[in-house]
């Protein structure tokens, strides 16, 4: 008797987790960094091999998968991966300036691909001002670009700290990107 229906992966052998009909998410989400990390021959650059161990600890396999399918970040590194040389800070610099550019820095430099820079987050700072100006009442721009100069550049020239996780992560809980908070002609 029972059910002829086999759950488990077939290639782990786990159950309980399936990602479609024959794999677990974990099993899925190798493929999937097997394919984004992997270059024309499908092996992995050595220079990848800390990235891709970084992503396969995820303990959300789920949302990295749909990360790999659908992110622009994802999208950008497979074209780093194609290019078949190794990803530099200046790579990175010649994107333009986007919060997946920004993400895709920062996952490379938590992954320890690359070196974390001491300024990074100064250079982040012209192109959001640019970005959250352009949106503002003409006579409110000198006052927020003193405040970008006097109070958000001597910070972001700080240690990384709680001010870098909070302000200049695109990811932060609350915040969205480019947001600072609003100026209204009665302030």
């Not at 986007?98 to 192109?127: K, Q």
Request: proline share 7%; glycine share 6%; with cysteine.
């Amino acid at each position: 008797m029972g059910s002829p229906l086999d759950f488990a992966c077939h290639h782990c052998g786990r159950t309980g987790d399936n990602h479609g009909a024959s794999s677990c998410r974990r099993c899925v989400l190798d493929a999937r960094l097997t394919a984004l990390l992997g270059g024309a021959d499908g092996a992995i650059a050595e220079q990848r091999h800390p990235l891709q161990r970084h992503l396969a600890s995820s303990s959300t396999p789920a949302s990295l998968i749909a990360w790999i399918e659908q992110s622009a970040t994802a999208r950008t590194l497979r074209e780093f991966v194609l290019q078949d040389t190794p990803v530099t800070h200046a790579h990175v610099d010649a994107l333009p300036s986007t919060i997946s550019a920004h993400y895709l820095r920062d996952l490379l430099v938590r992954a320890e691909v690359l070196p974390a820079r001491d300024d990074e987050y100064v250079h982040w700072i012209a192109p959001w001002l640019q970005t959250m100006l352009a949106g503002v009442p003409v006579h409110h721009v000198p006052v927020l670009t003193q405040f970008a100069r006097w109070h958000l550049l001597p910070k972001a020239r700080r240690p990384p700290g709680l001010f870098h996780e909070r302000c200049f992560r695109p990811d932060t809980p609350g915040r969205r990107s480019g947001e600072m908070g609003t100026v209204s002609d009665s302030q």
